[in-house]
C-alpha cells in the first residue's frame, strides 16, 4: 500500500471555524427580528453548506415559532446570511493543534494533498487564505466546484481522475459520517478524526477504516506505510538481480 494523495475536509477537521459560522447565521437572524441561538445547535448543523445549515436552523426555528414564517422569506434570508458570512468568514477560524506541521510532513514526503469540503469554494478558499494553509493544497472542492457534492461518490471519483491515481492510492480525512460515507462510496480508504462537528454523533458509529486522535498521526501513519511501501520494493529489485 502507498498512499500517494490525502484529501481532508475543512471546518471541523483541518480548521475549527464553527465560531464565525454561528456568528453569520446569528446576525442573519437578528436582521429579520429573530433572536440568537447558541452556537451548538448552529454547530451541529455543519456539514453540508451554508445554505444547507441555514435551512435547517430555519426549520428549528419555525418548528418551535411558526408564526415568525412571514417574516422569515426563505431566499432573502439565505442572501443575508451570504454577505454576512463573506464578512465573518476567516476571522476567527483557527488551525487544529499540530495541522500545519502535519500537513508541512506530508508534503515535504511527496504526499500530495487536496482539500474536499462542502462549504462554498469562494469561502473555503479564504478560510484556507487566513490561516495560510492554502499553499499545502494542489486541489481545493467546494460544495459547488461539481455536479454533486459529499457523499456522493463523484466528488472522490474526481479527486483521484484529478492526480491520475487509482482509487487504493487516495485516503480521505474527516470528521463526519458525510466524509465517511463519501470516501467508502468512492472505494477510497476513509479516515476519521474525533474532534470537529458531526451533528454530536461520536465518528465511531461511522465506522471509518481507522480513527486517528491528531494530525500528527495522520502524518505518522502516512509517512510509516509509505517508507514500508519503499523499502519492500527495494528488497524486491534487489533479489531480482541477485544470481541464482
Not at 120 to 144: N, S
Request: charged share 25%.
Amino acid at each position: 500500500m502507498h498512499y500517494k494523495v490525502i484529501s481532508f475536509d475543512l471546518d471541523g477537521t483541518l480548521v475549527d471555524t464553527a465560531g464565525e459560522i454561528a456568528e453569520a447565521a446569528n446576525r442573519t437572524l437578528e436582521d429579520f427580528g429573530v433572536p440568537r441561538r447558541a452556537q451548538a445547535e448552529i454547530q451541529r448543523l455543519i456539514g453540508a453548506g451554508l445554505r444547507e445549515l441555514m435551512l435547517k436552523l430555519l426549520a428549528h426555528v419555525l418548528l418551535e415559532r411558526p408564526l415568525l414564517a412571514a417574516q422569515l422569506p426563505t431566499e432573502q434570508v439565505l442572501e443575508r446570511l451570504d454577505e454576512h458570512y463573506a464578512r465573518t468568514v476567516g476571522t476567527s477560524g483557527q488551525p487544529y493543534p499540530g495541522c500545519v506541521n502535519a500537513l508541512q510532513q506530508l508534503a515535504d514526503a511527496g504526499v500530495r494533498l487536496a482539500c474536499v469540503t462542502n462549504k462554498e469554494q469562494r469561502f473555503a478558499r479564504q478560510v484556507l487564505q487566513v490561516t495560510r494553509l492554502e499553499r499545502f493544497f494542489e486541489l481545493v472542492i467546494g460544495g459547488d466546484s461539481l455536479a454533486h457534492k459529499k457523499p456522493h461518490r463523484s466528488v472522490l471519483d474526481h479527486v483521484a481522475k484529478h492526480f491520475r491515481i487509482p482509487h487504493d492510492e487516495l485516503a480521505h480525512v474527516g470528521d463526519s459520517r458525510t466524509d465517511m460515507e463519501a470516501a467508502r462510496n468512492a472505494g477510497v480508504s476513509a479516515w476519521g478524526v474525533p474532534w470537529g462537528y458531526n451533528a454530536g454523533e461520536p465518528i465511531e458509529s461511522t465506522k471509518p477504516l481507522r480513527i486517528f486522535q491528531s494530525m500528527a498521526e495522520v502524518a505518522g501513519y502516512v509517512l510509516e506505510v509509505n517508507a514500508g511501501d519503499r523499502c519492500a520494493a527495494a528488497a524486491t529489485r534487489s533479489s531480482a538481480v541477485l544470481p541464482p
